[in-house]
Nanobody, 119 residues
Framework: QVQLLESGGGLVQAGGSLRLSCAAS????????INWYRQAPGKQRELVAV???????NYADSVKGRFTISRDNAKNTVYLQMNSLKPEDTAVYYC?????????????WGQGTQVTVSS
C-alpha cells in the first residue's frame, strides 16, 4: 500500500521557520509533480507551491520568496521550507504528490499537518 506521511507542523512565532516533510512509502518508483496546499479555517484549500517533474517550481504570490519546495529522491520525501512565517500562514498544510508505483501512476494526499503562527 502506498501512502504519504506528513510531519513538521507546529506552533511558531511570527518571523520563525518550519520545515514540513512528506514521506512516501510503499512501492514507489518515482515522485513526479509535487503540490503543497493549505486550508485555513473557513477558507477554501489554496495551492501554495508546485514543483514539476522537471524541477520547475512556482509559488503563490503570498508565499513567494519565503517558501521553498525541495525533494530527496533517495528517501522518497519532499519538503516545504517555510521562512519568515506570518500569522496569515496559519493553516493545515497538505502535500499532494503524483507518483509512479509498480502498479500505476497515481495521485496521493497527505493527512495534513497543522501550522500555527502566533503574532
Amino acid at each position: 500500500q502506498v501512502q504519504l506521511l506528513e510531519s513538521g507542523g507546529g506552533l511558531v512565532q511570527a518571523g520563525g521557520s518550519l520545515r514540513l516533510s512528506c514521506a512516501a512509502s510503499g512501492s514507489i518508483l518515482s515522485i513526479n509533480a509535487i503540490n503543497w496546499y493549505r486550508q485555513a479555517p473557513g477558507k477554501q484549500r489554496e495551492l501554495v507551491a508546485v514543483a514539476t517533474s522537471g524541477g520547475v517550481t512556482n509559488y503563490a504570490d503570498s508565499v513567494k520568496g519565503r517558501f521553498t519546495i525541495s525533494r530527496d529522491n533517495a528517501k522518497n520525501t519532499v519538503y516545504l521550507q517555510m521562512n519568515s512565517l506570518k500569522p496569515e500562514d496559519t493553516a493545515v498544510y497538505y502535500c499532494n504528490l503524483y507518483v509512479l508505483t509498480t502498479l500505476q501512476a497515481t495521485r496521493l494526499w497527505g493527512q495534513g499537518t497543522q501550522v500555527t503562527v502566533s503574532s
